[in-house]
């Protein structure tokens, strides 16, 4: 599992890197709205819905939702509801991180109305926020590779320090297998990439102390993406989101930590005054 991991890794992340580089952003949007249509079928999926049909029904309107939302709402509006939204989920996951979910609210999650609006809202603020950041003028390829090895440190140092080191559960109800060892070795790592972004510049205007508080707010976040997605996973007693990419389960899970990390860091920049 672990060797597949690398190697999938290996081959995407300079095609990834090249494709955030060179692509204008209307190319970069194309890519995100590919992840986001199959990672919108693998939730329709996880979800029951066996009809192909609903399925690409559905999957269409939350493209169109989501691009139909770019031109009508103001960043400032976009971004305080998307911070909303993801304070809500983490105080949702922090509540229910050690104990399991009443019968009312595994039912809630499950109720087909609900998850599709989860699945718009989540994915909407994903397409959002990651143009936003990739059309920066100047600085937004270099903002989303930033995002992204944050986000990818973050798990990468979970897993290894939580495998070395992990003895303490981060979240037994909804990942047994992550600990506190593992979140601190991924703090370490993101903050390896904060000292690095500044040397190298990449702050800008942004102060050392508002940009680490950014860096670590979004590595912090990334893990409540990943673990609402195990939760919902867990109410609906799925393991992987799909089998698109060996040794990584599908493109939800592949992504999950992005979609909350992304919004909260292109947020955090816009309030920080950088648009």
Known sequence: ???????????????????????????????????????????????????????????LLVVLISLGSLPL????????????????????????????????LDNLLQNKVISHVLMTVTLSGFIYSGLWLHGLSGVGPQMVIYLLFVVWLMDTGGYFFGKRFGQRKLATAISPNKTWEGLAGGVLLATLAYMVSVSIGLPGDISAGVWFLITMVTALVSVVGDLFESLFKRSFHIKDSGQLLPGHGGMLDRIDSLLAAGPVFAAGLYLAGIN
């Open 73 to 104: 709402v103001s960043s400032q509006d976009f971004f305080l509801a998307l911070l909303t939204y993801w304070l809500a989920i983490t105080a949702f996951v922090l509540i229910f991180a050690h104990k399991a979910l009443p019968n009312s």
């Open 1 to 59: 599992m672990l060797k597949q991991r690398l190697l999938t890794a290996a081959v995407l992340i300079p095609l990834i890197i090249l494709a955030i580089l060179y692509l204008p952003s209307i190319g970069f949007l194309a890519i995100l709205v590919l992840a986001s249509v199959l990672a919108a079928w693998e939730w329709l999926t996880m979800t029951g819905m066996k009809s192909a049909l609903r399925r690409s029904i559905l999957v």
